[in-house]
């Protein structure tokens, strides 16, 4: 009791701040459960085909603004990820324009202004749509697109955040908002002014695997693949955490017995 | 030291053998890690092959590709070059065997097991004395001579005078293409 | 324990050859084989062994870790990232078992803070500080200085947003000392705060000079740590143990050897705290970490939240409740200072708490209050609680903890035995653990 007391009396101090009410419409509203099989932290493992129709998601619609700088071809094809073929990988790098390293004259831009590029290959990290943050900023309004390798370890609520402001346009601003020039109205936005457009339409892609493209679909199927292009290495990391926790726990009850048998006539 | 008596030794120390082994065996799953981090990382292995367009080079032209962080020379030989290096009889090749990393160890230094397609020489551009890299038309075979110790290679790569110990090593390699090559 | 008393046999020529010209096996056996040991040492004596073994695993990740990580803030990728925080992403993709090093090194510094606040409070409540263990306990708060100096420096290396807004924030507090010399020098000289602070930056501002000088110092200071770690146990091993009930043992009949007693009983509860340490590691590995770290540091744009690891938060708690910057930063340095001074502080003849009943409430108190003041530090400075139709800024409580922390240990420790009765305290170890005061035969 005197234990409890104390600590009972901190925790009360506590509570009114949990009952801080959502009235502030400057304050994001809270993201949305996007319910994507690998958010459960113990069991849950990335949907493959999810990952393959996001990676279709990012190079058609989002990779006209972001990055995915820290994203390699060859990592498409590896375990506990999209799981795309070796000869889908190298198709995918190859198709792909990469700055090309200065010709034999020296040369990095063509006659026109243009940078020389060459194709991919596996090796080697997406590439992005502006050579610097300067051009990035200059093509769009001011708000460079920020890099999207980490972006739901980088924001509160991760995938649940990126789906609900994929999803979170259109809606219309309470009375009294006022929506600032050049930018759109996104209640899970923090200052709920967004400079993005609304990038998702119902369709903008079309899936192989035949697989419905709304926007909520595309929102979720985006959403899983940046889980994993920030965590490539989720499943693994599960999976082992499992084998260590059983091994500890059996290793824990064998010392148990030891310490009760070190430990049995001194009590 | 406290001891107990009232047991068996053999039902004592079982439980103690029992957890010690586990540990033991639960430090070497964890030691295995910090061994691994120092083998190339996957960024490392996915240059450990690299295609390579040798349609620029001109006849009696070389050019120098990196693999593996090692210089690849892909020579594109004249006639006279492979007529040569055919021409030569094993006696006069102080190393013998064809250091093929395509073929096996025992194969002759034959100008045949020194390529896949005549015209091309493909060859890790690195003496064999001691590391340096060789120059290209040079030295009294018309191959490579090596600025530092003096060694001389011939039109297939195979020393041939100095101090160097062996041929060059031809590397894992195989035409994809007409004029592509894929090395490792 | 002293060579005269040393109870080491060598077993073979090679032992007695060895022993004559380096007796390590004999210090090995003498201090943690036959070392006499309290008999009643609970669970919160296993957190020393523990933190032993959080050190040497923050000292191995890090030295793998370092194979890899490039401590330089130079752009990459058209200037939205740095070589450094490049190199930890590199660590966490291509390396082999890179993420597991990294989640590792990461969290196993929490880990290493949850042990040792552990460790510390379990000092306070058995009086394990008091006489004759002040240096030990001495010794404790330089280690603890030194660590929170290790882990501030550590944070800074990802080179994230926190990690030089951090950085920017901790290390300009030292140009509140300008108040006390505005000028070094002629005209608008800097004062000797910014004097100091750009000789730790090495540069008008946190940057690339800043950079390196931490990496280097964040992978000296661990060793500081250790060495200080040899000394905290010789320190330890000249009276021996304190235990739960804080009274001194009396003859053998009070202890028992170190192994294999507190050697199995260690291992058990460290076996434990892998458990929770692999939980948080494989299952929940960002989760004491800062969102804002994975964005790369950017000079131009300052976080809408700086916050310190969590192990930190009560002293910036502290800090920010004061509204005048030097004297924030006295306050800062005062709170630890404090623990100093704790093993004089505390003027109870009765070490344990156990037989304090009005002490140990304070005690709590005072445990509840830098839950408060952790809660408190991670909360924005202008941050209001809305109780019913009242709005109290967060300032308050923060200020009403720290008083608190201050008036514990300068105003309770000192005073309140003058109105405590302490209850009976047991004759000895062995009569309260096994209801005899007779000296037990060895079984």
Known sequence: MRIVLPLAFAAALMAPALAAAQTDTSEPLPPRDANLSFQEPYFGLYDRAALQRGYQVYKEVCSACHSLNRVTFHSLGEDGGPGFSDAQVKALAAAAKIPAEPNDKGEEYNSSGERLTRPGIPADHMPAPFPNVQAARAANGGAAPPDLSVIEKAREGGADYVYSILTGFGQKPPPGFKVMDGKYYNPYFPGRNISMPPPLTDGAVTYSDGTKATIDQEAKDVATFLAWAGEPKMEERKREGFEVVIFLLVLSGLLYLSYRRVWRDKH | ?184 | MSAANSTYKPGNGLTRWLDSRLPILRLAHDTMTSFPTPRNLNVWYTFGGILTFCLGVQIVTGIVLAMHYLPSAALTNGGTSSVAFDSVENIMRDVNYGWLLRYVHANGASMFFLAVYIHMFRGLYYGSSKAPREILWILGVIIYVVMVATAFLGYVLPWGQMSFWAATVITNLFTSLDQIIPHVGQGNAPGVGTVIAQWLWGDFAVGDATLNRFFSLHYLLPFVIAGLVGLHIWALHIPGNNNPLGIDVKGPQDTVPFHPYYTVKDAFYLCLFVILFSILVFFHPDFVGNPDNYTPANPLVTPAHIVPEWYLLPFYAMLRSIPQKLVGVLVLFGALLTLVFVPWLDTSRVRSMRFRPMMKQFFWLFVADCILLGYLGSKEPQAVWHLGGFDVPLLWPARIGTGYYFFFFWIVLPFLPLFETPLEQPKSIAEAVLGTAKPQAAE
């Open chain 2, 1 to 184: 030291m406290a001891t107990t008596t009232t047991d068996e030794p053999t039902r004592r120390d079982f439980i103690y053998i029992a957890s010690g082994s586990v540990a033991a065996i639960g430090a070497a799953f964890a030691a295995w890690p910090l061994i691994d981090q120092m083998n190339p990382s996957s960024s490392v292995l996915a240059l450990s092959s690299v295609d390579v367009d040798i349609s620029a080079i001109q006849e009696g032209q070389q050019a120098v590709f990196m693999w593996r962080s090692k210089p690849v020379f892909v020579r594109r030989r004249t006639k006279k070059e492979i007529a040569e290096s055919v021409d030569t009889p094993l006696s006069d090749l102080p190393d013998k065997l064809a250091r093929n990393l395509n073929l096996p160890e025992d194969a002759p230094a034959t100008d045949k097991n020194r390529v896949e397609k005549p015209e091309w020489l493909v060859i890790i551009g690195i003496c064999t004395h001691l590391g340096c890299i060789p120059l290209d038309k040079l030295g009294d075979w018309g191959g490579y001579l090596c600025p530092c110790h003096g060694s001389q290679y011939d039109t297939a790569g195979r020393i041939r005078r100095g101090p160097a110990p062996e041929n060059m090593a031809v590397p894992p390699y195989a035409f994809t293409g007409p004029t592509k090559i894929k090395i490792g």
